[in-house]
């Protein structure tokens, strides 16, 4: 941190220094050493943020790639387990019990194929990594219909809606546990209801303090095009709601 302040108070304090030599400076021929010194240290700076620019992305680039192989390797251990499970089944000829295992298998896929339609790229790499970056919760999530978020959405309101979700989700993480060491257990509903995109969280279980987390809410959707309400069932229940921008989509969905 102290090496990336360095560079631009440096590059500043020799640009000012620069400009005052060259204030007094009378001579032509240092008058144009000076110039070209200052253009030298201008440059160098630019370059200097060019190269830095290109390092945070290829950091940001690198943590994306490491958090995607992660989410593929705990789909590829959820597979293997939920193969050798069956496997088990068969080899003990327990077949009654095939049909429940296939029927869990067949609703985590059809979970996995609603989130992956939501048509919010940033949303749908978040929800399908959670795990991988949310190991404290345990999130359920529920998606109402073949719903197409991207479609009914304007671009900025669908960024706000997915920043306003990951911040509801990290409220709950820091007010909705009774202790640090409790894993939370949070459900997480998305439906379209008349022409208004919903969003219902419902924590199981114990709940911390209803309060705190309903004002950290306010805090999240203010200035948003976004309202936070309490759900109607329990205090560990709370509501987002965005009004859609693209209503012939929204006819065409109800």
């Known amino acids: 941190m102290k090496h990336r302040f360095a560079v631009p108070v440096i590059a500043g304090t020799l640009t000012l220094a620069l400009l005052v030599i060259l204030y007094f400076v009378d001579s032509t021929v240092?008058?144009?050493?000076?110039?070209?010194?200052?253009?030298?240290?201008?440059?160098?700076?630019?370059?200097?943020?060019?190269?830095?620019?290109?390092?945070?992305?290829?950091?940001?680039?690198?943590?994306?790639?490491?958090?995607?192989?992660?989410?593929?390797?705990?789909?590829?251990?959820?597979?293997?387990?939920?193969?050798?499970?069956?496997?088990?089944?068969?080899?003990?000829?327990?077949?009654?019990?095939?049909?429940?295992c296939v029927d869990r298998i067949k609703e985590r896929m059809a979970v996995e194929s609603k989130i992956s339609r939501l048509g919010i790229p940033s949303l749908v790499f978040y929800l399908q990594s959670f795990r991988e970056v949310n190991s404290s919760v345990q999130l359920a999530v529920n998606i109402e219909g073949d719903l197409e978020l991207g479609k009914l959405l304007t671009t900025e309101d669908a960024e706000e809606l997915t920043e306003a979700i990951i911040a509801t989700i990290r409220a709950f993480q820091f007010t909705g546990r009774s202790s640090w060491g409790e894993m939370l257990q949070l459900s997480m509903s998305i439906c379209l209801e008349h022409n208004e995109v919903l969003i219902s969280f419902e924590q199981e279980g114990t709940s911390g303090n209803a309060e705190i987390l309903m004002k950290r809410l306010d805090e999240i959707v203010s200035g948003k095009r976004i309202r936070a309400e309490r759900g109607n069932s329990t205090l560990a229940s709370v509501r987002l709601r965005m009004l859609c921008g693209n209503l012939k989509e929204v006819n065409a969905c109800l």
Do not use: F, P
Request: with cysteine.
């Open 30 to 100: 240092w008058y144009v050493v000076l110039c070209v010194c200052l253009l030298a240290v201008l440059w160098g700076y630019i370059k200097y943020l060019k190269e830095q620019a290109a390092n945070e992305r290829k950091q940001l680039l690198e943590s994306v790639q490491r958090t995607a192989a992660a989410t593929l390797g705990h789909h590829r251990h959820d597979w293997m387990n939920d193969l050798q499970i069956l496997y088990g089944y068969i080899q003990l000829g327990k077949i009654d019990k095939l049909a429940s």
